[in-house]
């Protein structure tokens, strides 16, 4: 925490909310979503299976697949700009150059029948405006960057294995220096030490860019090693987010702390462990007031009926949970 | 790459000895006496039994059918026993004749199959998708002979435009060469389809959409170059349907082919014509077949790094 | 130690049988989804009628006074209150002639695919399952039948052995059996390594059980599918194998012969062959319609 002025925000989510409409049935994927990020950032973005974090990352880059999807409310304001009211124009142009993104699964995630070296040329050719000798030099730049030889450039994806693959698909990302990289559950397929090389690999050209990070996990340890920021995720919002060690020393929220607590911890025997009771809810059939009150060891009564709004610290750590209330403080933004 | 070239040459051989055993297998099986059909009914019988002497009728199955390949190696498919000549310049005679039609089959049915597939994928559920799913249900359930004979009368008999048969000029080829297409159309489009939906919704699809290359790119390079790799496979079994089809198509249009001199040799029970056209029609096949699998290794880098 | 074991045990083979009722509501869920699709259904109707047709065959219409008697003063007459679809060429009643035609296509088309089914669908659960030398000789035999276009091999297999209603089933059934080998040789090959084949030994089963409880089943949608549409192109065959006069001798009515009958008579008498080949053509597009129903209601992977 320095003393300079604020940082303006290089990206705010407000009030998003994505459903997805299928045979009359409607999802509520993500639900009155809030979150924000300042350049050069690290968030770790953690929740369990199914709490939206990929949905939320598809509509930052509004690759949210329309006919069953549609963003049905909030803005994504990114550099000054809301990003949901771009044309597809204008926003094809930030995907790639702005914004990129990786996936999950390396294996399927490259194109079969062209090079790695194509696939990463066509991202400079599209966004830098230079010629393809220039785009091709430079994409065996980007390889030698990612611990490949540039001689490979010619070879295709499957001659590659998991981990070499991931390392394409970070070089296809990074190569025109975007601001914000949004990483989803980039080393989840891979062999603890392939990511444990994939992690130190980004963190490394994280540092170099200086590029704002979005790292979706559900994986603390990972969170750990790399965020400076940590935002989880239930039911479709964000439940707790702040700086990473206020978060993991002054957990606020119920869930977080149900999370927290179901790790087993290596320095003392346990009996049982302490998963959080229940189970996450039906998407399709989300439970009224707060989403989480139904498994909430803590929930009161108003729980069930009043949406929790956001309540921040002064350190900028917020969480929604009714209980909190009382211990809320009007949040200011001044470092001390 | 080469010696995998020559190792599927050489493994088609085998293939191509069962295939002429099989059918060779098959025809012995036909009733009557070959020697006296060609010297005709009332062909004294010492005479008949000269001639099967000299055919080598009376050797035993493996004799004669050695002797077959033998000779068919070289080009001798044997003579016809209704008109005497050589099978083999029969069938070079007519198999140009098939091979335009089949080849005209296939373009047409590629040149409409797989742009009409491509879109009704990109636009699935609209009415566009409906409408070709409908041509293409109704080109396969049609047969091919029935609407060969449907725009005869259409287009020969009641508008005259075209020739309703044999092989005059260009304009002749253009109602057999659709009615060949047709079916393969409706086949070409279907698996165009369903191939480019399937690619569409691949990883690898999402990956180029979030670089910010242009939809129209995605579609044209990114999924088609995937998507069309099973089909041709595809393509190169409908010609070689086409040639085996053709017989239909030639009888129903009087074309001068290798299928209508088929069907008259059958019903003139020519032995040797019908087993010869066989064989050499299924060399053909198998030739195009293995052309198309070159070409799938080609065309694939994950099969091409497998040979290399 | 050993009392646990028998305990769990008899709860998997308890689950076993547990597990028996939930396949019958298997079908139903697969007869649910199919209702669903309003063109499956469609052909399903479609089909009915015409297997209606070809049961009432008799019934409608009787065979030696209507459909073979000749009748030479009403040839060749336009439809008519009378003759529904006109009249062919030796004055028979071609709407008659057209229903009795449904039972001999139906028959073979049938009986045809049953065959092939039984013949290949062995030879490829064989090859499958045993692999190895005796899978490759098996699948090089298929390929060499393969590589000869299947109405070729039909068209040689009855010219040789003459044209007849039984050597036409034969000749169809023969060209379409490596199809069937193929289509259960790659299921048995994709259930044959799957990790519950490997329980069901841990458990003690034997081949045999294994091949019967576990292995076929997941073949048969697959087969269910290559079968409607089977019997599509067998009618197609019957129907074109006919139309060479390689099929169904006069004065039997088939409707590829009633076309290849009519031919000569196109300009004045069109109906004769457009009748009978619209008959082909619905029921063949019912065939597919059914098929391709049968193939997404059967597919567990659609839709969820």
């Given at each position: 925490m320095?003393?300079?002025?604020?940082?303006?925000?290089?990206?705010?989510?407000?009030g998003l909310s994505i459903v997805y409409e299928v045979d009359g049935e409607t999802t509520y994927a993500v639900n009155d979503l809030n979150l924000s990020l300042k350049p050069g950032e690290t968030l770790g973005l953690i929740g369990e299976t199914g709490a939206g974090k990929t949905t939320t990352a598809l509509g930052i880059m509004g690759l949210v697949p329309s006919p069953p999807g549609r963003i049905a409310s909030g803005k994504v304001v990114f550099a000054g700009e809301d990003l949901l009211q771009l044309p597809e124009e204008q926003m094809r142009r930030v995907r790639g150059k702005k914004i990129s993104m990786i996936f999950q699964d390396p294996m399927t995630s490259l194109n079969p029948v062209m090079t790695v070296g194509e696939q990463i040329a066509e991202v400079i050719l599209i966004h830098e405006g230079v010629s393809r000798k220039e785009s091709v030099r430079k994409a065996g730049e980007m390889l030698e960057m990612v611990g490949i030889p540039a001689a490979r450039a010619g070879d295709y994806p499957h001659q590659f294995s998991g981990g070499m693959k991931q390392r394409v698909v970070i070089a296809i990302a990074l190569a025109c220096n975007p601001d914000l990289l949004i990483a989803d559950e980039p080393t989840t397929a891979l062999d603890v030490t392939i990511q444990a090389q994939v992690l130190d690999l980004m963190k490394a050209l994280k540092t170099?860019?200086?590029?704002?990070?979005?790292?979706?996990?559900?994986?603390?340890?990972?969170?750990?090693?790399?965020?400076?920021?940590?935002?989880?995720?239930?039911?479709?919002?964000?439940?707790?987010?702040?700086?990473?060690?206020?978060?993991?020393?002054?957990?606020?929220?119920?869930?977080t702390k149900g999370l927290f607590d179901s790790i087993p911890d290596l320095d003392h025997t346990v009996g049982r462990l302490k998963p959080i009771k229940g189970m996450m809810p039906d998407p399709t059939d989300l439970p009224s007031g707060c989403k989480f009150h139904p498994r909430c060891p803590d929930a009161v009564a108003s729980c069930a009926t009043t949406m929790p709004e956001a309540v921040t610290t002064e350190a900028g750590h917020i969480a929604r949970c009714l209980i909190l209330k009382p211990m809320a403080e009007p949040s200011n933004r001044v470092q001390g | 790459m080469h010696r995998f070239i020559v190792k599927r040459l050489l493994l088609l051989i085998p293939v191509l000895l069962g295939v002429s055993l099989l059918v060779f297998a098959i025809m012995s099986f036909t009733p009557g006496d070959p020697a006296q059909l060609i010297l005709g009914e009332n062909a004294p019988l010492e005479a008949v039994a000269e001639l099967r002497e000299e055919m080598g009728l009376n050797d035993p199955f493996v004799l004669r059918y050695a002797r077959f390949v033998g000779n068919a190696m070289m080009?001798?498919?044997?003579?016809?026993?209704?008109?005497?000549?050589?099978?083999?310049?029969?069938?070079?005679?007519?198999?140009?004749?098939?091979?335009?039609?089949?080849?005209?089959?296939v373009i047409i049915a590629v040149l409409i199959g797989i742009p009409v597939g491509i879109i009704s994928a990109t636009r699935q559920y609209s009415m566009i998708d409906s409408g070709s799913m409908i041509f293409a249900l109704l080109g396969v359930s049609m047969p091919?002979?029935?609407?060969?004979?449907?725009?005869?009368?259409?287009?020969?008999?009641?508008?005259?435009?075209v020739p309703s048969g044999g092989y005059s000029d260009w304009s002749s080829l253009i109602m057999p060469a659709i009615t060949l297409g047709t079916g393969s159309a409706a086949i070409i489009t279907r698996m165009t389809r369903s191939s480019m939906l399937e690619v569409i919704r691949q990883d690898y699809i999402r990956t180029a959409r979030a670089k910010g290359v242009a939809e129209n790119v995605v579609i044209n390079q990114h999924a088609l170059k995937n998507a069309l790799i099973p089909v041709i496979t595809v393509i190169g079994l409908q010609f070689g349907y086409l040639l085996g089809g053709a017989v239909l198509t030639e009888t129903v249009f009087s074309w001068p082919g290798v299928g209508r001199m088929m069907v008259d040799a059958i019903r003139q029970k020519d032995a040797p014509t019908v087993l010869g056209t066989v064989v050499f029609l299924a060399t053909t096949f198998s030739l195009v077949n293995l052309f198309v699998d070159l070409l799938y290794g080609f065309v694939d880098p994950r099969i091409k790094s497998q040979y290399a | 130690m050993s009392q646990e074991m028998t305990l769990a045990l008899n709860e998997t083979s308890a689950e076993a049988t547990r597990a028996a009722p939930k396949k019958r509501s298997q079908w139903l869920e697969v007869w649910h989804r199919l209702k669903r699709n309003k063109m499956a259904m469609a052909g399903l109707v479609i089909l009915s009628l015409v297997v209606l047709a070809?049961?009432?065959?008799?019934?409608?219409?009787?065979?030696?006074?209507?459909?073979?008697?000749?009748?030479?003063?009403?040839?060749?007459?336009g439809p008519s209150a009378q003759y529904w679809l006109g009249t062919d060429e030796f004055g028979r009643d071609i709407f008659a002639r057209i229903i009795h035609g449904a039972r001999v296509s139906l028959m073979v088309g049938v009986l045809s695919v049953a065959i092939a089914i039984a013949l290949g669908g062995s030879l490829g659960a064989v090859a499958g399952y045993y692999g190895g030398k005796l899978d490759n000789y098996i699948m090089r035999v298929m390929d060499i039948f393969l590589a000869v276009p299947s109405i070729l091999l039909a068209i040689a297999i009855v010219?040789?052995?003459?044209?007849?209603?039984?050597?036409?089933?034969?000749?169809?059934?023969?060209?379409?059996?490596?199809?069937?080998?193929?289509v259960v040789r790659a299921s048995v090959l994709t259930v044959r390594d799957q990790e519950f084949i490997e329980a069901a030994r841990a458990i003690g089963g034997s081949d045999a059980r294994i091949i019967f409880r576990h292995i076929i089943p997941n073949c048969l949608s697959p087969v269910i599918v290559q079968g409607a549409l089977g019997v599509a192109g067998a009618?197609?065959?019957?129907?074109?194998?006919?139309?060479?006069?390689?099929?169904?001798?006069?004065?039997?009515?088939?409707?590829?012969?009633?076309?290849?009958?009519?031919?000569?008579?196109?300009?004045?008498?069109?109906?004769?062959?457009?009748?009978?080949?619209?008959?082909?053509?619905?029921?063949?597009?019912?065939?597919?319609?059914?098929?391709?129903?049968l193939r997404d209601a059967l597919d567990p992977r659609l839709k969820h």
């Open positions: 320095s003393s300079e002025v604020t940082t303006q925000d290089l990206l705010s989510i407000e170099r860019y200086n590029t704002a990070m979005i790292l979706i996990t559900h994986d603390l340890g990972v969170v750990a090693q790399v965020c400076d920021k940590v935002a989880i995720m239930y039911a479709g919002e964000v439940v707790e987010s702040g700086d990473i060690r206020d978060v993991y020393e002054n957990t606020r929220h119920p869930y | 080009g001798d498919l044997g003579q016809s026993y209704t008109s005497g000549r050589d099978v083999f310049d029969e069938i070079f005679s007519r198999f140009p004749n098939t091979l335009i039609l089949a080849a005209l089959g091919n002979f029935w609407l060969g004979l449907m725009m005869i009368l259409l287009f020969s008999v009641n508008l005259g435009w | 070809a049961v009432f065959a008799d019934l409608i219409a009787d065979y030696e006074t209507v459909v073979i008697a000749q009748n030479l003063s009403d040839r060749l007459q010219s040789a052995l003459g044209a007849s209603l039984m050597n036409l089933m034969f000749a169809i059934a023969i060209s379409s059996v490596p199809t069937y080998a193929r009618i197609l065959s019957t129907a074109g194998l006919s139309f060479i006069g390689l099929g169904i001798q006069p004065p039997e009515p088939e409707w590829g012969a009633m076309l290849s009958g009519g031919r000569q008579y196109l300009r004045h008498a069109w109906h004769v062959t457009t009748f009978p080949g619209l008959t082909i053509m619905i029921t063949i597009l019912a065939l597919n319609l059914l098929g391709d129903g």
